[in-house]
Structures are given as C-alpha cells and as structure tokens.
C-alpha cells in the first residue's frame, strides 16, 4: 500500500511539473506579455494563456519577440565590373629529351589576364618554374624530364593558362 502512494505521488508531481514546464511564453502571436509595479520597479512575465493576469496595483506590458521591419537602407555604390571572357589557352607541346630541360608558356589573348595556370607532362618531369609571367599575360613553366628509365625517349611538355578579362 505504501509503494502505490509512493508511486501515485511521484506521478502526480511529474504531471504538475509538466504542466508548469508547458508555458506559451511568448503567446502564439510571438507577444511577450508581463505586469509592472509601479512602487518598486518589479517586473514579472505572466503566461496570458493560461489565464494569468495583472493584479490592480501592476500595469500590463506587451512586446513582440521580433520588431517590426525597418525601412531599407541606402543603395551601395555600384560595384567594380568583374571577370569575363573566361578562357583556357593551351601553349604548343614540347618535346624534352632525358636529362634536358625546357620552357614551356601559354600566352592569354590581347586584352586579357593571367588568372592561373599549369602544365602538362606525361613522363617523369621536375618543374623549376611554374608560375604566371610577370605581366601577367601568360603562364610560364620551365620543365625537366628526368626519367631514369627511358633513356632515349622525348617526353612532351605543355604549358596551360586561365585567361579573362579584368577590370
């Protein structure tokens, strides 16, 4: 008999605790509603759904959680113009022999700019430059092939750039 009033007690203070825990604080609307006491500068938030009030020596107070929109804003200066006329140039294939080396450079068209750039080998090279020209009209690599294994065999080598506009 003891054990069930126990338990009968626990659930009764788990339900009560649930239904206090269940408030609508801000209320559906999204508003905020609280009491002020005017005497002493006591503020509390009151649950309006669940039938909470102000007493009579307390004024109501209501906010939204969100205010309203505010007007929009100045327009921002015009921006600079941007990348156009995107384009991949690949430079002419070289043939390197074994132990030799070689520059190899993919020129951007007139008027446009060195974005990036690479090379392309299908053998055993090492690249000693590989970088943009320094006015920024081509890209520019300098390759060695150093296959150990083909003596006798050219291995080709091909710079590539990423051209475009800029402003």
């Known amino acids: 008999m003891r054990k069930s009033a126990i338990a009968f007690a626990a659930i009764a203070l788990l339900a009560t ?3 206090v825990a269940y408030a609508t604080i801000p209320d559906s609307s999204g508003a905020i509603h609280a009491c002020y006491r005017v005497k002493d500068g006591d503020l509390r938030v009151i649950d309006t759904a669940a039938g909470d009030a ?3 020596h307390e004024q109501p107070l209501t906010w939204n959680q969100t205010g309203p929109q505010g007007p929009a804003g100045p327009a921002g200066p015009q921006g600079q113009a941007g990348v156009s006329g995107y384009q991949v140039v ?4 070289i ?3 074994r132990g030799d080396g070689g520059p190899v450079v993919a020129h ?6 060195v974005l ?5 080998s299908n053998g055993h090279t090492y690249a000693l430059i590989d970088q943009p020209a ?3 009209s081509a890209w520019t690599a300098f390759l ?3 296959d150990p294994f083909e003596p006798g065999v050219t291995v080709p080598i091909q710079a590539w750039a990423i051209c475009a506009t800029t402003s």
């Open 17 to 19: 605790a649930g239904s």
């Open 54 to 56: 102000c007493k009579h």
């Open 90 to 93: 690949a430079g002419p294939v």
């Open 95 to 97: 043939r390197v022999q």
């Open 108 to 113: 951007c068209p007139d008027g446009k700019h």
């Open 116 to 120: 990036g750039g690479g090379f392309f």
């Open 134 to 136: 320094q006015d920024g």
């Open 144 to 146: 060695s092939n150093t």
